[in-house]
């Protein structure tokens, strides 16, 4: 199975044992949102145009998550910012978590087991029945951060929404946390993209990680005033 951004993340932020998501509760359902826009940047089947998304190509990619909401970038009466898409694909967030995990299920990567707390309170847990395509991609995202091994434009996309998400100390370690923020850094900041079509691909990659960061803050901040 080759696994795509949303399946990436959600492995990531899975604690297979607990059946719970280890990603901040603010800011997954909007890199979740990221992540399917990312894909269909990946695929050159949406562009920017200014601040807005536009549609280049209307083929299906033939994943069913992906397609519902690309359907919706499709039928859309106008043009959106990427901000509006970011906002309306992340309050589908939770069908979005629960399908990609029926998905890996489906894949046997993930089984699902039912669990009691003091044996009355039931609520289901997601081991790992194949680890090796997570192992995969932890070794991969610790080689680039650790081991300085060159990204490609779909592992810098990932290597974001882990920093959205407050994983970095989930899958590098504590002792690497620090490193992955300056290796990150210095990812965003060197251009080693050439060709046209990744250039507008990490035009959409950074509106979207910037577009998370001022979303989350402000989640944050409202949600804090209010508690």
């Known amino acids: ?7 990436q993340i959600t492995l990531l932020a899975l604690d297979d044992e607990k059946g719970t998501f280890k990603a901040d509760e603010t800011a997954y359902p909007y890199a979740i949102a990221g992540a399917v826009i990312m894909e269909l940047a990946l695929a050159k089947h ?5 601040e807005k998304v536009v549609v280049r190509d209307k ?7 992906i397609d519902t909401y690309f359907n919706s970038i499709i039928e859309s009466a106008k043009e959106r910012k990427v901000k509006s898409w970011v ?5 589908k967030a939770d069908t979005i978590k629960r399908e990609t ?3 890996l299920i489906e894949n046997r ?16 847990k997601y081991p790992a029945q194949n680890p090796r395509p997570e192992n995969q991609l932890r070794q991969r995202l610790y080689d680039i951060i650790v081991n300085s091994h060159r990204p490609e434009l779909k592992e810098i996309m990932l290597l974001n929404l882990i920093e959205s998400c407050s ?3 989930e899958v590098f370690g504590k002792e690497q946390v620090k490193t992955f923020k300056k290796r990150l850094k210095s990812i965003n900041e060197y251009d080693h993209l050439g060709d046209a079509v990744s250039k507008s691909v990490k035009e959409i990659c950074d509106a979207i990680n910037a577009m998370l960061v001022i979303m989350i803050a402000t989640t944050a901040t409202t949600t804090t005033i209010y508690k």
Not at 1 to 7: P, R, S, T, V
């Open 59 to 65: 083929t299906k990619t033939g994943d069913k998550i």
């Open 1 to 7: 199975m080759n696994l795509n951004l949303i399946d």
């Open 109 to 124: 990567i993930l089984e699902k087991r039912e669990d009691k707390i003091l044996w009355i309170f039931s609520y289901n």
């Open 87 to 91: 906002e309306r694909i992340g309050n």
């Open 101 to 103: 995990i029926a998905k």
């Open 167 to 169: 994983l970095g100390k």
């Open 46 to 50: 949406i562009d920017l145009s200014g």
